[in-house]
Structure formats: C-alpha cells, structure tokens
C-alpha cells in the first residue's frame, strides 16, 4: 500500500506539456523579430564593413600630418626624424607612390616644415643633452656617446660638449668633477652613503662612477671627499 501510495503521488506531480501555453516557449520566429537581435546582427555587420574597408594610401600631407604629431611629443635630431618618417612609409598599408625619390620629397617637406615651426634644432636639442647629462653625473666621452645615438651631428655634439664640460673663468670646480658629485649624490655613495665603506663596498662604488664614463682618479676623489669640500 505504501508503494502504491508513494506511485499515485508521483502521477499526481506529472505535469501535461499539452497545456502549457503555446506563448510560453519562444519560437524562432520570436527571435526574429526581437529588436535586440537584430540590432545586434547590424552592428556586427558594421564591424565587419570596417574590417574589411581598406586605408586611403597616404601622401604628402599624411606623412606631414603624422611627423608633426610625433613632434609633439618626442624631441629629435633632424636625421632621426628623417629615420622616423621613413618607417612610417614603409609601414603604411598604402602609399601613392611607391617611388623611393617621392617619399623622400615628402621627408623634405615635412622636415622644412618642422624647421620653420622650430619643432626641430639639432643646436637646441645638443645643448639641453649635454646639461642633462652633465647633471646626471656623466663624463664627457659617454654624454658623447648617447648624443651620437640620437644621431645628432657631431659639429653640434662638440660645440655643446665644449660649452658645457670645459672649465670656464668663474667657475668654482672643474665640470668633469662636478658631474662626479652629481653620480655619487644620485647613487647616495661617497659623502652621501655610508660613513664606514669597506673595501668591496669602495670597488662596488668607483665601478657605479666607472659606469658614467668617470676616471678611477676622479671617482676616489669625491668619494673620499666629506660633504663640507663638496
């Protein structure tokens, strides 16, 4: 009896699919007409459509239009934007005219333009180098260095370098040294590390100023030095 019971039960719980409403399961026509699919199915399209639509083959003014933005945000050398504009034809999908004397009358241009608005000054750019670097605590030889991998002209490179690092009337420490003493304060070593240096520390040391181009002599001399003879 009680499985008897237990069976009635059951049936009882049975549900008949023939009563449901017809409204109650969607259809494929109900997904046809709802909007949200088909709005969806548009913009997929649309994505498609600019996947697929090609780029306007650059020019003149394109090559000018996209050096002068790169301007506005990177200082460079005269023959460094010229490497630059060079890569941007060569990465375009597209270009007018795939004549090399043609693109570099684009370069031309768009380096005179940059010219006339001072967007370029290989002097300028030279002089400013040479002060960071000098700041930064590096010898002369290796602010040359880094100068000449911005590709910057080396009547300019030793016109700021002997503007910068030579000894003048005036001066109160050779400029070399000082750029020492801004190496060693940079690092916190010598009169602005620690008091007590053992002799690892002190190699660990000279070979930090050996780094920015800074003689063996120079570098014991201001690290020996106290912050008063600095």
Same mark, same amino acid.
Request: charged share 30%; glycine share 4%; hydrophobic share 30%.
């Given at each position: 009896?009680?499985?008897?019971?237990?069976?009635?039960?059951?049936?009882?719980?049975?549900?008949?699919?023939?009563?449901?409403?017809?409204?109650?399961?969607? #259809?494929?026509?109900?997904?046809?007409?709802?909007?949200?699919?088909?709005?969806?199915?548009?913009?997929?399209?649309?994505?498609?459509?600019?996947?697929?639509?090609?780029?306007?083959?650059?020019?003149?003014?394109?090559?000018?239009?996209?050096?002068?933005?790169?301007?506005?945000?990177?200082?460079?050398?005269?023959? #460094?934007?010229?490497?630059?504009?060079?890569?941007?034809?060569?990465?375009?999908?597209?270009?007018?005219?795939?004549?090399?004397?043609?693109?570099?009358?684009?370069?031309?241009?768009?380096?005179?333009?940059? /010219?006339?608005?001072?967007?370029?000054?290989?002097?300028?750019?030279?002089?400013?180098?040479?002060?960071?670097?000098?700041?930064?605590?590096?010898?002369?030889?290796?602010?040359?260095?880094?100068?000449?991998?911005?590709? /910057?002209?080396?009547?300019?490179?030793?016109?700021?370098?002997?503007?910068?690092?030579?000894?003048?009337?005036?001066?109160?420490?050779?400029?070399?040294?000082?750029?020492?003493?801004?190496?060693?304060?940079?690092?916190?070593?010598?009169?602005?590390?620690?008091?007590?240096?053992?002799?690892?520390?002190?190699?660990?040391?000279?070979?930090?100023?050996?780094?920015?181009?800074?003689?063996?002599? /120079?570098?014991?001399?201001?690290?020996?030095?106290?912050?008063?003879?600095?």
């Amino acid at each position: 009896p009680r499985a008897r019971g237990h069976r009635s039960q059951r049936n009882s719980e049975h549900i008949d699919l023939s009563t449901l409403d017809n409204h109650a399961i969607p #259809h494929s026509s109900d997904q046809e007409n709802d909007p949200s699919s088909s709005h969806s199915d548009s913009s997929r399209s649309k994505n498609q459509s600019k996947r697929s639509k090609k780029r306007s083959p650059i020019n003149e003014q394109w090559v000018k239009s996209a050096g002068l933005r790169y301007l506005g945000r990177f200082s460079a050398s005269e023959q #460094h934007f010229r490497t630059i504009l060079m890569n941007k034809i060569k990465q375009a999908e597209q270009r007018e005219s795939e004549d090399p004397a043609i693109h570099k009358q684009w370069i031309d241009a768009t380096v005179l333009l940059a /010219i006339e608005y001072e967007f370029i000054n290989d002097e300028k750019l030279a002089s400013d180098l040479a002060k960071a670097y000098k700041r930064k605590g590096l010898a002369q030889h290796a602010a040359r260095q880094k100068m000449r991998q911005k590709k /910057i002209s080396n009547p300019h490179i030793e016109a700021a370098l002997t503007d910068r690092y030579s000894f003048k009337e005036g001066d109160r420490v050779d400029p070399t040294l000082f750029a020492a003493v801004c190496a060693a304060k940079k690092k916190r070593i010598g009169p602005w590390g620690p008091t007590q240096v053992d002799y690892p520390t002190l190699q660990k040391q000279l070979a930090k100023e050996a780094r920015r181009g800074l003689s063996n002599g /120079i570098a014991k001399k201001v690290l020996r030095a106290s912050l008063e003879e600095t």
